[in-house]
């Protein structure tokens, strides 16, 4: 859903200023726009230019997250003022209306939501330089005895010093820092994302100072800038040529929804098959076909060791992401289990892949995906859920929740206490109301409770997420009950996201009436099937292995035993 201010702003402009021609060689030059997220305020530029032959080409520049990174715009038009472009390696896009009043585009850009921004000619004003203070600056506050990491980022160009800060703890990276001002050796900034503020003193390459929080006790850190700029993450189980196998780039058109084609890659064993073939599920959020994260990329490694071991593997970018086409925002569970089977119905047309034996390995909310695709598909020969949900999504989120805030040093009171409003938001976003109704309910709800604007605009902008709303109406027991195929169903002791002792026994009694079901937990990994410290979100970064090698073979060894590969018919097998 749109973000109401920025459509009440759109609006506006539409009612009050009839649209007003320009010159057409008035458009080309620098605007510059502050973009309102629920993360903060982002400045952005574009860049208009016009071509010889008069068309207009432009690029879009973060100057808060990516100073001196140009992404292209294309396309982009100006007619009967109005400004609209698209950026497609972001899947983002941008509808404005020119107001003669303000001389600026007022508008909407839409990334997954609708946001507010408008533009005004000009580059805008430069940030004030702070001199001294780039680079990496590394810091951690202790809350009831767990640490709590975060990552400054410090960069000055021609727009002036701009900062950026980084909470692993929470896999939340690039947050915009705002009033970085110094006075003297007296650093202070804000993150509004997290209702942060920082204040300290500068000694050399040492900040040292307090943070504060809303609603939290201070705590006193030290941002300590680091000697040199961080090695890359060390990945050493990542494939790297040559391989053993065969590896080929494939576009599948999904027909059941119109505009979205799954780039992907094929990885088939030597000889002629037929094989067993998996197709890789990913888990929530856009993702790439390798589920890249934090130099990670599970599904690579998994690829690489089922293809090894001679089953096919297909795993292909998310709808709208990296190099697949049609739009994530708005697509639920429901619509990815369509993509699934569209990358079924490829493999069982090719001939090196055996019709009988193709399966799903869905990983998190892809163990969630592949079931529901499995009602809708006869044809499919086997299922594996890492990690997959197996008790009610509001069961799940609330398991969730507490596990990563007590990790986070967030004490039991503290969780009781905002029990109350989770349930709030999430009787409302569970409904089956409208999305503008569930937004007028929360906005009353929420008035007083003393939030920000941003926590506001962060929880009604979830709550009204269509993906969201499908998933806490999910019950994962009615799709698993049916199924009467193979199922392999695994889940790290240690995850802290799909929690095993909650999820595991849902699965179990809801796949008791299959004759080949294997549900079983595997000691000290991770969400991600790491060998893990406590589970914590925070730590995946930290860890080297991608991917236990146990949960590896146990996939790969257990696949095989079912479907050991056959001939061709009328051919002996190579």
């Not at 090719?350 to 499995?374: L, Q, T």
């Amino acid at each position: 859903m749109k973000r109401i201010g920025g459509l009440l702003v759109l609006l506006l402009a539409l009612l009050l200023q009839a649209p007003e021609a320009r010159a057409e060689e008035d458009w080309a030059g620098d605007w510059n726009g502050t973009l309102v997220t629920p993360r903060g305020a982002l400045r952005l530029l574009l860049t208009i230019h016009r071509g010889a032959d008069g068309a207009l080409s432009a690029e879009l520049e973060s100057l808060d997250q990516a100073p001196g990174q140009k992404i292209p715009v294309a396309p982009i038009a100006i007619a009967d003022g109005r400004l609209s472009f698209s950026i497609p390696a972001i899947r983002a896009s941008y509808e404005g209306v020119w107001n003669a009043a303000t001389q600026r585009f007022a508008g909407t850009f839409t990334q997954g939501m609708g946001m507010q921004l408008d533009f005004a000619r000009g580059a805008g004003e430069a940030r004030p330089t702070l001199t001294g203070l780039d680079g990496i600056w590394d810091a951690a506050i202790v809350r009831n005895g767990a640490r709590l990491p975060f990552v400054l980022h410090v960069t000055t160009n021609a727009a002036g010093t701009i900062a950026s800060l980084d909470s692993p703890a929470l896999l939340a990276y690039g947050l915009p820092v705002t009033e970085l001002r110094r006075e003297g050796q007296v650093l202070s900034f804000a993150v509004p994302a997290g209702e942060s503020h920082f204040r300290g003193t500068i000694a050399a390459d040492r900040i040292s100072g307090i943070w504060s929080r809303v609603g939290e006790a201070d705590a006193e850190t030290s941002f300590v800038r680091r000697a040199n700029a961080a090695a890359a993450p060390r990945r050493p189980q990542l494939p790297r040529p040559p391989f053993p196998y065969r590896t080929e780039e494939v576009r599948i058109p999904n027909p059941h929804a119109p505009g979205v084609t799954l780039a992907g890659t094929l990885t088939l064993p030597q000889g002629r098959g037929p094989f067993a073939a998996a197709i890789l599920i990913t888990g929530s959020g856009p993702q790439d076909r390798d589920e890249s994260l934090l130099g990670h990329r599970p599904f690579l490694v998994l690829a690489d060791r089922l293809t090894r071991a001679g089953i096919a593997v297909l795993r292909f970018d998310d709808r709208g992401t990296a190099a697949s086409t049609g739009d994530f925002a708005g697509a639920t569970s429901a619509d990815f289990a369509t993509d699934a089977n569209a990358a079924f119905a490829f493999l069982r047309a090719r001939h090196e892949v055996d019709p009988h034996a193709i399966g799903f390995i869905g990983h998190s909310e892809g163990g969630m995906i592949g079931p529901i695709a499995a009602r809708d598909n006869p044809d499919l020969a086997w299922l594996v859920l890492l990690a997959g949900p197996g008790a009610s999504t509001r069961h799940l989120l609330d398991g969730q929740r507490r596990a990563v805030a007590r990790s986070q040093g967030v004490t039991d009171a503290q969780l009781d206490a905002s029990q109350p409003l989770q349930n709030l938001v999430l009787d409302a976003a569970a409904s089956t109301d409208s999305a503008e109704a569930v937004t007028a309910r929360l906005r009353a709800a929420l008035a007083g409770l003393g939030l920000g604007e941003e926590q506001r605009a962060r929880v009604i902008q979830q709550a009204t997420d269509p993906w969201f709303r499908y998933f806490l109406r999910y019950d994962p027991a009615p799709n698993l009950a049916r199924l009467r195929i193979p199922v392999l169903a695994i889940n790290g002791s240690l995850d802290q996201q799909v929690i095993a002792a909650d999820n595991l026994p849902g699965i179990r009694a809801a796949l008791r009436d299959d004759p080949d079901a294997t549900v079983r937990e595997l000691p000290g990994l991770n969400h991600l099937f790491q060998h893990a410290r406590t589970g914590a979100v925070g730590e995946y970064a930290e860890i080297e292995e991608t991917m236990a090698p146990e949960a590896l073979d146990l996939v790969a060894s257990w696949i095989n035993a079912r479907f050991p590969r056959r001939a061709h018919p009328g051919r002996a097998a190579p």
